[in-house]
């Protein structure tokens, strides 16, 4: 089987939870002899492909263009949507042009989504969500976000050697507003621990408000995902208290090497994590005070390492994506 893979053109040089999920999907497909390309060329000659597999509907106006050349030619569609509407979350006052982009945009959403032969949404949340915002039923198959088995077990790492830290607070995101690192600064201050952000900066007015809150915390701005390994294993807690998240891939990596897990009420964390994880309310800092510090003297739990190996490892999500692409 031969399938097209279609993304934004930056998805390398703006790495996010789209970029993972498709570069993991890709790996974990070609094992089992899948012959697949990526592509951002919305003219693309789709003629040797028998599926092309749409990701994320949220920066729409790329998908749109790969859809219609999908449809142009005739191929049979498949749309990971990686949905959630943000605008419920974005002051109108500050960003009025935001939240309009976001309505002219909702068409093309809703054109992409109808036209698609089978869409893959990470959760039932995220498929009613999308049900009831564009007003349709359509054929889909859940398919959730995976994990690399490689962060079940320790290894050694140059940022742990150059820190000498360990049972620090820890997030791994993008450096920006969605991502909240400002409470969790805020709350390991309180705390009196250690803080680690790693992350490329979004916005960098947000970023030295980060660092002007607390001075015992550590920034990293990139490093490879495979040195990732250890310091989660040396992390206390993973925060991640965003505006929403679905469900944060950086949570599942943190889970199954060990971290206590504080993430976000919104979204389609609960899906995921069920009643492993400690959530907050991104919007109050009393609250993320009070959950930080439960999950940081929280002692570590094997069982949620358990569940997340045995549900979300990349092999088994494949598994479901290539009898999914069967199926049509």
């Known amino acids: 089987m031969r399938v097209l893979f279609y993304i934004r053109s930056d998805y390398q040089h703006s790495l996010a939870g789209d970029s993972i999920q498709l570069l993991k999907t890709r790996e974990f497909l070609t094992k089992k002899g899948l012959q697949i390309k990526i592509s951002s060329n919305p003219q693309e000659n789709l003629r040797d492909y028998n599926i092309v597999h749409l990701f994320n509907t949220i920066r ?10 999908a449809k142009q ?41 109808e036209g698609t032969d089978l869409i893959l949404p990470g959760t039932e949340s995220e498929m009613r969500a999308i049900e009831e915002d564009f007003n349709l039923k359509r054929n889909y198959v859940v398919v959730p976000n995976g994990v690399d088995s490689i962060f079940l077990n320790d290894r050694e790492s140059s940022f742990l050697k150059k820190h000498r830290i360990e049972d620090y607070v820890l997030t791994v995101a993008r450096v920006c507003d969605h991502k909240n690192q400002l409470s969790i600064a805020k709350a390991a201050r309180k705390l009196g621990v250690p803080y680690v952000m790693i992350g490329p900066i979004n916005q960098m007015e947000y970023y030295y408000q980060c660092m002007k809150t607390y001075k015992n915390i550590i920034y990293v701005p990139k490093i490879q995902h495979e040195d990732l390994v250890g310091i989660y294993h040396s992390a206390r807690v993973h925060a991640l208290v965003s505006w929403y998240e679905i469900p944060g891939l950086v949570n599942l990596e943190a889970g199954l090497a060990g971290c206590n897990i504080l993430t976000t009420t919104e979204g389609s964390t609960r899906d995921y994590f069920r009643d492993y994880v400690l959530y907050a309310n991104p919007n109050t800092d009393s609250e993320i005070e009070k959950q930080l510090e439960n999950a940081y003297n929280r002692k570590k739990d094997e069982a949620f390492k358990k569940y997340v190996a045995e549900n979300y490892l990349w092999e088994r999500i494949a598994e479901k994506i290539l009898r999914a692409y069967q199926s049509l």
């Open 73 to 113: 030619q005739k191929k049979k569609i498949v749309l990971s949507p990686i949905y959630w509407n943000y605008i419920k979350y974005v002051d109108p006052q500050r960003e009025g042009k935001r939240i309009a982009l976001w309505h002219m945009s909702n068409p093309l959403r809703k054109e992409v989504l």
């Open 60 to 69: 729409v106006s790329d998908t749109f263009q790969f859809y219609k050349n």
